[in-house]
C-alpha cells in the first residue's frame, strides 16, 4: 500500500510559481510518480511523470518548458515545480503513483494505482 499526500497548492497571480509536494508512505520508491489535474467541469488531465530508477521524465505539452517535475526517493517524495502560471492552469492537482514501470503508458491515470486527494491550485489572472 502506497499512502500519498498533496501539499502547495494555492492562490497565485498570472505569471507567478508554485511548488507542489507530494509525501509518499509505503512502498514507493520503485513507483512511476505522476501529476493530473483536473479543472472544473473537465476530464481529468495528465501534467507530466518521473520514473523511479533512472528519474526519466514525460510531459504534457501544456508543461513543457514550464512545469518541472522531480523526486527525492530517500525522502519519499516528489515535487512538481510550476513556472510561468497561467489562469488556465488552474485545477485540482493530483499525485498518483504506479507500480507497473514507466513508458508510454505512464500517460494514462488509469496506469496508476495510488492517488493523493488532491491540491487545488488557483491562477487568478
Known amino acids: 500500500q502506497v499512502q500519498l499526500v498533496e501539499s502547495g497548492g494555492g492562490l497565485v497571480q498570472a505569471g507567478g510559481s508554485l511548488r507542489l509536494s507530494c509525501a509518499a508512505s509505503?512502498?514507493?520508491?520503485?513507483?512511476?510518480m505522476g501529476w493530473f489535474r483536473q479543472a472544473p467541469g473537465k476530464e481529468r488531465e495528465f501534467v507530466t511523470a518521473?520514473?523511479?530508477?533512472?528519474?526519466?521524465?514525460l510531459y504534457a505539452d501544456s508543461a513543457k518548458g514550464r512545469f518541472t517535475v522531480s523526486r527525492d526517493i530517500a525522502k519519499n517524495t516528489a515535487y512538481l515545480k510550476m513556472n510561468s502560471l497561467k489562469p488556465k492552469d488552474t485545477a485540482v492537482y493530483y499525485c498518483?503513483?504506479?507500480?507497473?514501470?514507466?513508458?508510454?503508458?505512464?500517460?494514462?491515470?488509469?496506469?496508476?494505482?495510488?492517488w493523493g486527494q488532491g491540491t487545488q491550485v488557483t491562477v487568478s489572472s
Open positions: 518521473i520514473s523511479s530508477w533512472d528519474q526519466s521524465t
Open positions: 509505503g512502498r514507493s520508491s520503485s513507483a512511476t
Open positions: 498518483a503513483a504506479s507500480v507497473r514501470g514507466f513508458g508510454s503508458n505512464s500517460y494514462n491515470s488509469y496506469e496508476y494505482d495510488y
